[in-house]
């Protein structure tokens, strides 16, 4: 991984335009993803789905980021697809014969869905920070983290069924797993908006913070603990929540056995246990 650190770094600093990423704290191992188009409520343009993919893959490769942080700028997440814009995929030129708009817009939702996809294939994880509304899109964008705390102020809804449209990037494939079927049909079929301790009492966030000041504190601090183990450990747990979710238990056990049976020679488990008997903190490999 450390042979592609300094080509991802220097592609990070050429900058994104409708986001922010950065290392706000030099002492921590984590990299901030922030969207910042807070003039349009950080929707989701066709350039935002192109440099999503683009950031996290970066920090996939990046051996500096142990974990990342995906935020927002301004009053609000995100309020879901940007529509009627230039570049809009939903939109097919005057005349298009209906076979190939039909399949122009598979095609486009496709790439739509791998963007947000994106964030879950980044091998380190991400850890979503929600404040204000968080609508339809911005509800796909974190269905697609690791782990998602918001401030109280925050409310998620899927706007689609009241769009006549069915949510087609991830919602309804990740919700279910993540609050339950009933609660992810409720909020799909319903279109309510739910606040930010209903979102907690059913499993979409893990904890709600007072203010958008203590959830960046306390998401910052979080991220930045899970930095500082041991990066195998962490990248291979999350490979393995992910691969588990969609096997059979017999198959999930079978995967983690052969898994571990490769990285468990790793120097970090020695150090782990040597620190421990020494009644010391460790000091993990850097990737």
Same mark, same amino acid.
């Given at each position: 991984?450390?042979?592609?650190?300094?080509?991802?770094?220097? *592609? &990070?600093? %050429?900058?994104?335009?409708?986001? !922010? /990423?950065?290392?706000?704290?030099?002492?921590?191992? +984590?990299?901030? #993803?922030?969207?910042?188009?807070?003039?349009?409520?950080?929707?989701?343009?066709?350039?935002?789905?192109?440099?999503?993919?683009?950031?996290?893959?970066?920090?996939?490769?990046?051996?500096?980021?142990?974990?990342?942080?995906?935020?927002?700028?301004?009053?609000?997440?995100?309020?879901?697809?940007?529509?009627?814009?230039?570049?809009?995929?939903?939109?097919?030129?005057?005349?298009?014969?209906?076979?190939?708009?039909?399949?122009?817009?598979?095609?486009?939702?496709?790439?739509?869905?791998?963007?947000?996809?994106?964030? *879950? &294939?980044? %091998?380190?994880?991400?850890?979503? !920070? /929600?404040?204000?509304?968080?609508?339809?899109?911005? +509800?796909?964008? #974190?269905?697609?983290?690791?782990?998602?705390?918001?401030?109280?102020?925050?409310?998620?809804?899927?706007?689609?069924?009241?769009?006549?449209?069915?949510?087609?990037?991830?919602?309804?494939?990740?919700?279910?797993?993540?609050?339950?079927?009933?609660?992810?049909?409720?909020?799909?079929?319903?279109?309510?908006?739910?606040?930010?301790?209903?979102?907690?009492?059913?499993?979409?966030?893990?904890?709600?913070?007072?203010?958008?000041?203590?959830?960046?504190?306390?998401?910052?601090?979080?991220?930045?603990?899970?930095?500082?183990?041991?990066?195998?450990?962490?990248?291979?747990?999350?490979?393995?929540?992910?691969?588990?979710?969609?096997?059979?238990?017999?198959?999930?056990?079978?995967?983690?056995?052969?898994?571990?049976?490769?990285?468990?020679?790793?120097?970090?488990?020695?150090?782990?246990?040597?620190?421990?008997?020494?009644?010391?903190?460790?000091?993990?490999?850097?990737?």
């Amino acid at each position: 991984m450390a042979s592609g650190g300094g080509s991802s770094e220097a *592609e &990070l600093l %050429r900058g994104f335009k409708t986001l !922010a /990423v950065a290392r706000r704290d030099p002492a921590a191992a +984590v990299y901030e #993803v922030r969207l910042d188009r807070p003039a349009q409520r950080n929707a989701l343009s066709p350039e935002a789905f192109a440099e999503i993919p683009r950031a996290m893959a970066l920090l996939d490769r990046l051996p500096a980021a142990r974990a990342v942080v995906l935020s927002a700028a301004g009053p609000h997440f995100c309020a879901g697809i940007e529509l009627g814009g230039p570049g809009n995929p939903l939109a097919a030129p005057p005349g298009t014969d209906p076979v190939a708009a039909a399949d122009g817009l598979r095609r486009a939702i496709l790439d739509m869905q791998a963007a947000l996809t994106a964030v *879950e &294939l980044c %091998r380190k994880p991400v850890i979503a !920070a /929600v404040h204000g509304a968080c609508v339809g899109g911005g +509800v796909d964008l #974190v269905a697609a983290c690791d782990i998602r705390y918001c401030s109280k102020d925050a409310t998620f809804v899927l706007k689609e069924v009241d769009m006549a449209i069915v949510a087609d990037l991830g919602a309804l494939q990740r919700l279910p797993r993540i609050v339950g079927y009933g609660n992810a049909a409720e909020l799909a079929l319903t279109g309510r908006r739910i606040t930010a301790l209903q979102a907690k009492e059913m499993g979409l966030v893990s904890r709600v913070f007072d203010s958008k000041q203590e959830l960046d504190a306390g998401v910052a601090k979080i991220a930045k603990e899970i930095s500082e183990k041991s990066a195998w450990a962490v990248m291979g747990t999350k490979a393995v929540l992910l691969r588990s979710r969609d096997i059979t238990v017999e198959q999930g056990l079978e995967h983690v056995a052969t898994w571990n049976a490769g990285m468990m020679k790793s120097n970090d488990l020695m150090e782990a246990i040597k620190a421990f008997v020494e009644k010391r903190k460790p000091v993990f490999s850097k990737l």
